[in-house]
């Protein structure tokens, strides 16, 4: 079994920056890829960001230029480095990750971000 802790969460006022960072642990093979996605009330999770071993990165349109994901893989963690924060970016935010030797997906616990205007 994956475990992902999550943390860097919090209530910020627009314009301002946090940073989420996501750890994984337990029994991991190899893990290929790791992303951040977000769920806010009433809405379906969706991909912020995500980023492969390889470094490869892809973003939500909506970030593009104001967040910025990033790995370590000798330490299974994930970051993600959010400026110039938005209202429309609250919600909570999940890190996930994929084992693609176990061929198995992993979710954190979830870490709330609230931007007040």
């Known amino acids: 079994q994956v475990q992902l802790v999550e943390s860097g969460g919090g209530l910020v006022q627009a314009g301002e920056s946090l940073r989420l960072s996501c750890a994984a642990s337990g029994s991991i093979s190899r893990i290929d890829n790791m992303a951040w996605y977000r769920q806010a009330p009433g809405k379906q999770r969706e991909l912020v960001a995500g980023i492969t071993s390889g470094g490869r990165t892809n973003y939500e349109d909506s970030v593009k230029g104001r967040f910025t994901i990033s790995g370590d893989n000798a330490k299974n963690t994930v970051y993600l480095q959010m400026n110039s924060l938005k209202p429309e970016d609250t919600a909570v935010y999940y890190c996930?990750?994929?084992?693609?030797?176990?061929?198995?997906?992993?979710w954190g616990q979830g870490t709330r971000v609230t931007v007040s205007s």
């Open positions: 996930n990750a994929v084992d693609g030797v176990q061929r198995r997906s992993y």
